[in-house]
């Protein structure tokens, strides 16, 4: 063989092997683009859909079971008396700016996260922390004011990620984490990329890159799953078009579960909906499974109250709030209410507006007309989520267990129930599994009885990805799109 055909052969020989290299690079579809990146200063769900567990992470961390596992934190004692946490970090760990994370950190991201002028979307999760104190470099002693079951829980969520003081004031543009990804860049309105983080000190990714792409329009983002544009789209915005994924051998079609409990929150404060007889007329007029087969296509699971159906503590409470219009008739009658416009304030999620639609026809066969206002995200972050400025709205709770929120009378849908947040502050303090599952039950019930929100249906997590990746998660134990172990198989 001369020179020349030996340098074909292998030149040939090699361009088969980068042909046949495994594919370290992936495009997520996502529904809505995050008001912001920083985990511990937003409410939006999109945030954590980015950074959870792969650019942040906490002391411990939510499986894909659901189950609570280490992060940060490789192992912690706990005392007799249930109050004293003593953690024990990994070691080695650095910030994607290079600086070493501490417990120091530790202390600093919750003390921040618990201040009186925090801005944490969810403030209370921390509200049972006495002091937190660094031992040594990797260790941390976190002292409760009370026993709390739910403590570990509490410092999974993506608001309870560990930050730097170098960086945390930045991280809304600019987040800086201790995660195997770390940020490249955010093109606003189009997408965000990140890429892998090779000084991480845990297990590294198979990933190199990932990129999250903001597509809303169901349309649009069938084209791109099928352009091979975006590769997957783990909660996928249009299900009427999930059976020609499901006959097509390119794309993989996964159902699950998710912590959505979706709903029509009522402002609980203002007139009329301060009166329990509108709150339950309106419960009455809503026929769930017309709105589950009209908006979601049949994907989707009744719920009576507040709580996750695939929870063992759930109670089956969608009899107390059946579809009843003539009882709903006679209850806006009782109530001097027989003549309302109410204002129906919808986000962008097809569950909302595509819902919106046919609550609205609901509402009108018992006499209650909607002014329907389409919000973009962050107005209705704005105007509903932190004004309270709205009669009616819809929207999936997507956080783990959260139950809790209605024992925040500030909180955006002003349900102030004494009986409810003393049960609260008892779940809180309670560790005995048998203690805790009968107040869950007595929770649920006193939200249901007072109708505090028309409770709708618990979210489907209806994903498409191309048939070649594994990894992305089935279920949404919280919400998040964790890379950490998604592969390609070729």
């Keep these: 063989m001369t020179r020349s055909l030996r340098m074909s052969a292998f030149a040939l020989l ?28 937003g409410a939006a769900a999109a945030i954590d859909e980015v950074v959870y567990a792969n650019v942040f992470e906490g002391l411990t961390r939510f499986a894909p079971d659901g189950s609570i596992v280490p992060a940060l934190a490789r192992s912690w004692e706990i005392s007799e008396d249930g109050l004293t946490y003593v953690f024990t970090l990994a070691e080695g760990v650095t910030f994607h700016d290079g600086t070493a994370m501490t417990a120091e950190d530790v202390v600093f991201s919750l003390d921040r996260a618990r ?14 922390i006495d002091t937190v104190e660094a031992v040594d470099d990797t260790t941390v002693r976190v002292t409760l004011t009370d026993p709390d079951g739910a403590f570990l829980f509490k410092m999974a969520w993506g608001d309870a990620v560990i930050v730097a003081p170098e960086s945390a004031d930045t991280n809304a543009t600019n987040p ?27 297990e590294p990714v198979a990933l190199e890159a990932a990129t999250f792409r903001f597509i809303s329009d169901p349309n649009a983002a069938f084209a791109a799953l099928m352009s091979g544009d975006v590769d997957a789209y783990p909660n996928f915005p249009a299900p ?24 029509l929150a009522m402002n609980n404060a203002g007139e009329p909906l301060n009166d329990v007889r509108v709150r339950e007329a309106i419960s009455h007029a809503i026929n769930r499974q017309d709105i589950i087969d009209g908006a979601m296509f049949g994907y989707g699971t009744p719920i009576g109250t507040h709580f ?18 003539e009882r709903a008739r006679a209850l806006l009658a009782e109530a001097g209410a027989e003549d309302l416009t109410l204002r129906l304030m919808l986000p962008p999620p097809s569950y909302a507006r595509r819902g919106g639609e046919i609550i609205a026809a609901q509402l009108r066969e018992v006499g209650i007309e909607t002014e329907i206002t389409n919000m973009e995200w962050a107005d209705w972050l704005e105007r509903v989520f932190r004004g309270s400025d709205f009669d009616l709205t819809i929207v999936s709770h997507t956080e783990p267990f959260d139950i809790n929120i ?44 007072d ?7 618990q979210l489907a997590k209806t994903g498409v ?15 998040a799109n964790d890379l950490t172990g998604v592969r390609w198989t070729r």
Excluded: C
């Excluded at 092997?17 to 200063?41: F, H, K, R, Y």
């Excluded at 009378?409 to 203690?435: C, H």
């Design 240 to 263: 009427e078009t999930l059976a020609q994924f499901e006959a097509d051998p390119r794309f993989r079609v996964v159902v699950g579960s998710t912590e959505g409990e979706t709903i």
């Design 14 to 41: 090699m361009g088969t092997g980068a042909a046949l290299a495994q594919q370290a690079d992936i495009s997520i579809g996502m529904v809505l683009e995050p008001p912001n990146l920083d985990p511990t200063g």
């Design 406 to 449: 209605y024992a925040n009378p500030d909180y955006y849908f002003r349900y102030d129930s004494p009986d409810f947040q003393a049960l609260n502050a008892e779940l809180t303090v309670t560790s005995d599994p048998a203690a805790r599952s009968a107040l869950l039950a007595e929770m649920q019930t006193t939200i249901a009885e």
């Design 176 to 202: 800086v984490g201790t995660g195997p990804f770390r940020f490249s860049d955010w093109v606003q309105g189009d997408r965000v990329e990140l890429v892998r983080n090779d000084d991480y000190w845990g």
């Design 308 to 325: 996750a159906p695939h929870n063992p503590d759930y109670v089956d409470l969608t009899a107390n709030s059946d579809h009843d219009p």
């Design 451 to 457: 109708f505090a929100n028309g409770f709708l249906f």
């Design 465 to 479: 990805a191309n048939a070649d990746i594994e990894g992305l998660w089935e279920n949404s134990p919280t919400q």
């Design 115 to 128: 201040a009186e002028d925090s801005t944490n979307a969810q403030k209370p999760l921390f509200a049972g």
